[in-house]
């Protein structure tokens, strides 16, 4: 079975890399891709500009979960989801800004908020987190089995989703050590 799990998560890879690439409706370059369970770690680039990604794109067949990191900013990383739609979007713009719940297992609730973002040109539909404890919530992702996040659209229209954490402490240690080398770097 594990020789199948990783024949899928090869095969599903150049469809991440294609969604991952799309941040902020910029096309960057990714390089240095690594498998780690049922998430990836890998650089972004765009010319001078770099980001590391650790990411999870086997939960759902139109969405990526990632964490973020940015050389220079490195401790100060950010959660980002990714929606596919069916078009590209005309204009870049702020949709909404809802109640979020984010929970890893069993364990704290992190409530905050969720941005709803589209790009102009691009078919990603994204969700910025905003949380008081987001450190904490990495901490528990990085030991966790699962990440279960509701999203309150509307007073009655929850959006539920769950990620599988298989791999994320790998990834987001190689992310985060990534970038910090790559702020040693930086000039």
């Known amino acids: 079975m594990p020789c199948i799990s990783r024949l899928v998560s090869y095969l599903l890879l150049p469809l991440c890399l294609a969604l991952a690439g799309a941040a902020s409706a910029t096309n960057f ?19 001078d500009e770099r980001h590391w990604r650790a990411m999870e794109a086997q939960s759902y067949s139109d969405s990526i979960l990632s964490v973020n990191a940015t050389p220079g900013v490195c401790e100060l990383p950010w959660l980002e989801l990714r929606v596919e739609l069916e078009a590209y979007q005309d204009e870049s713009r702020a949709v ?15 409530s905050g908020r969720a ?16 949380l008081e404890q987001q450190a904490q919530l990495l901490k528990e992702m990085r030991a966790g089995e699962s990440l279960r996040l509701r999203l309150m659209r509307g007073e009655d229209d929850p959006w539920f989703m769950t990620f599988s954490l298989d791999g994320a402490d790998a ?16 000039p």
């Open 29 to 47: 370059n990714t390089s240095e891709v690594q498998p780690h369970g049922a998430w990836h770690s890998l650089a972004l680039t765009l010319g």
């Open 96 to 110: 909404n800004v809802v109640p979020a719940d984010l929970r890893v297992d069993e364990a704290t609730i992190h």
């Open 115 to 130: 941005e709803f973002v589209t790009e102009r040109g691009d078919r990603g539909f994204y969700v910025h987190f905003y």
């Open 171 to 186: 990834a987001i240690a190689r992310m985060s050590q990534r970038c910090a080398a790559a702020s040693l770097q930086a």
